[in-house]
């Protein structure tokens, strides 16, 4: 993929607002699974480089959501910033059967340095990953030395909360939730 996805080419009237279940079974599953995904139109972003407002014109834009691939990975430090997790995960399961198909994590953007001088901003983060039964990839008998492990990507939807704004989108529980809390690191809990 090129690094322009802002111009999807699908038919006029068509809009990229996939479900949870959609993003996991369809895009990410796929994508570890080695098959093509078609639309192809998500794009693999190494998640350093990018600040959450520098996405634009790097990832699927659509409305006011980005969507990118990248690595799973503990270290999501940026140049101005870092993503910090809120420690609220969420199981995405399927709508017909109701088994769990992945992971939902949230995470916010907060400029400085990790962890005590960072300022928590409005960006927030749904990192998708796959369950552990679902994530094995089949090994490749060929060029060894080339292979990938594609079963550690993650999907990852970044959006800027704005209080005055509504688009319509519906929030999980979850969302409710961690948007009534201020500050987690204020929040003291009983030993």
């Known amino acids: 993929m090129g690094n322009n996805n ?3 080419n699908l038919p006029p009237g068509f809009r990229f607002y996939p479900t949870d279940e959609e993003l996991v079974l369809h895009f990410l599953h796929r994508k570890a699974s080695l098959l093509p ?9 190494h998640l350093s480089p990018y600040d ?3 996405l634009h014109g790097a990832a699927l834009a659509e409305g006011k959501q980005w969507y990118y691939y990248s690595r799973k990975t503990q270290n999501r430090v940026t140049e101005n910033g870092y993503w910090k997790p809120t420690g609220m995960e969420e199981a995405v399961v399927t709508s017909s059967s109701n088994k769990r198909v992945g992971m939902k994590k949230y995470l916010v953007f907060h400029v400085g ?3 005590a001088a960072g300022i ?7 990192e998708y990953s796959l369950s552990d039964s679902d994530s094995s ?3 490749s008998k060929t060029k060894s030395h080339q292979k990938t492990d594609y079963s550690k990507w993650v999907i990852c939807r970044v959006y800027e909360l704005n209080e005055d704004d509504d688009d ?3 929030l999980s529980s979850l969302d409710e939730v961690f948007l009534s809390m201020d500050d987690l690191d204020e929040i003291s809990l009983p030993n």
């Open 137 to 139: 990839t089949k090994p």
């Open 113 to 115: 340095e990790a962890p």
């Open 120 to 126: 928590k901003t409005n960006w927030i983060m749904h």
């Open 52 to 54: 959450p407002w520098e």
């Open 6 to 8: 802002n111009n999807v």
């Open 168 to 170: 319509g989108t519906e």
């Open 37 to 45: 995904c078609h639309p192809d139109v998500i794009p693999d972003l």
